[in-house]
């Protein structure tokens, strides 16, 4: 029993070496179609983009072999262009000790919320990233920001619109009629015939 156990860890052992071997392959695969499809993009030459697109189809198809024999899902080329046009985006930091790309949502130190420290898991060296470092000594130091709030600003504020103090048409009307010394019963009767007239106008 125990000799059948050891040899099913010699199995797996074996297993991982063999498919790590094959990842590595299919790595340095993958970066090779990087360099060369960045390469095809700034190439203007015909000659040397053909050339280019049959090294292309050539390490694709070592690509797909080591893709399916690891049986990875997705393609290559989703590894492609995650490494184009992702990971270029979500590398922010770098190893001070090693130069190690790194994604900062994966290599933050989780028992340490309130600390904004990483780690490499190439070389496992912790660090702060320089923003953090930053802020921390201006905190420590006591260079803070102060505000004044006796001081104006130093751009003009440009004042708020005045409010619309035109009056209606039915008000400028009764103004004049007063003004003119009309009676109650002409103020009403001139009120009324303006309101088809004002009803017509907000229907347009």
Do not use: Y
């Not at 063999?18 to 695969?29: F, I, Q, S």
């Not at 492609?80 to 190893?95: E, S, T």
């Not at 400028?172 to 009403?188: F, I, Q, T, V």
């Amino acid at each position: 029993m125990q000799e059948k156990k050891e040899q099913l860890r010699l199995a797996r052992v074996e297993d991982f070496r063999n498919k790590k071997l094959v990842m590595n392959r299919l790595g340095k695969t993958i970066e090779l179609i990087v360099k060369l499809e960045n390469n095809l993009d700034d190439e203007s030459k015909d000659e040397q983009r053909s050339k280019l697109r049959d090294q292309l189809e050539t390490r694709g198809l070592e690509a797909a072999r080591d893709h399916e024999m690891l049986e990875l899902a997705g393609t290559p080329q989703d590894i492609v262009d995650f490494r184009r046009k992702i990971a270029p985006v979500l590398c922010l930091h770098a190893c001070p000790h090693c130069g190690e790309e790194m994604d900062p949502r994966g290599s933050n130190i989780m028992e340490s919320p309130s600390d904004f420290s990483f780690i490499c898991w190439d070389c496992e060296e912790e660090f702060h990233a320089p923003m953090a470092q930053s802020v921390e000594s201006r905190l420590n130091n006591g260079s803070r920001i102060s505000i004044d709030p006796n001081v104006k600003p130093r751009l003009p504020v440009v004042k708020a619109p005045l409010k619309d103090q035109s009056s209606s048409i039915t008000d400028l009307m009764m103004r004049d009629l007063e003004s003119a010394g009309a009676s109650a019963d002409e103020l009403e009767a001139a009120l009324e015939s303006s309101t088809p007239l004002r009803c017509s106008d907000e229907h347009r």
